[in-house]
């Protein structure tokens, strides 16, 4: 079965950075859009970033352009988040989220499609 679990969340300092990675197994990796949401306490999920089958294109929420920097290696399998310039509103549980099959980065920003979910990561940014 799809598994997807993340890694690399923690406690960071406002200003701080910190890099998450999810690693992908029981899927064909490279034929799936790969993304980040996150979900703040009493908030819904919402879209962070999003990226292509082949890299080409990347989406990001308004609130993290600039800041966050979504990237991904198929030959391990694995999809990773960079985050800089960390602020309190950035605290949240960030779950991984693999697309539609042949799907598109887009579609799955949008949450269209079938989504496959990780168990999510806490991160904290501490002011």
């Known amino acids: 079965q799809v598994q997807l679990v993340e890694s690399g969340g923690g406690m960071v300092q406002a200003g701080g950075s910190l890099r998450l990675s999810c690693a992908a197994s029981?899927?064909?990796?490279?034929?799936?859009?790969m993304g980040w949401f996150r979900q703040a306490p009493g908030k819904e999920r919402e879209f962070v970033a999003s990226?292509?089958?082949?890299?080409?294109?990347?989406y990001y929420a308004e609130s993290v352009k600039g800041r966050f920097t979504i990237s991904r290696d198929n030959a391990k399998n694995t999809v990773y988040l960079q985050m800089n310039s960390l602020n309190s509103e950035d605290t949240a549980i960030y779950y991984c989220?693999?697309?539609?099959?042949?799907?598109?980065?887009?579609?799955?920003?949008?949450?269209?499609?079938?989504?496959?979910w990780g168990q999510g990561t806490q991160v904290t940014v501490s002011s």
């Open positions: 989220a693999a697309g539609t099959y042949s799907g598109t980065a887009q579609a799955l920003s949008t949450m269209t499609g079938s989504i496959y």
């Open positions: 029981g899927l064909k990796f490279s034929r799936y859009p």
């Open positions: 990226v292509g089958t082949n890299s080409a294109f990347t």
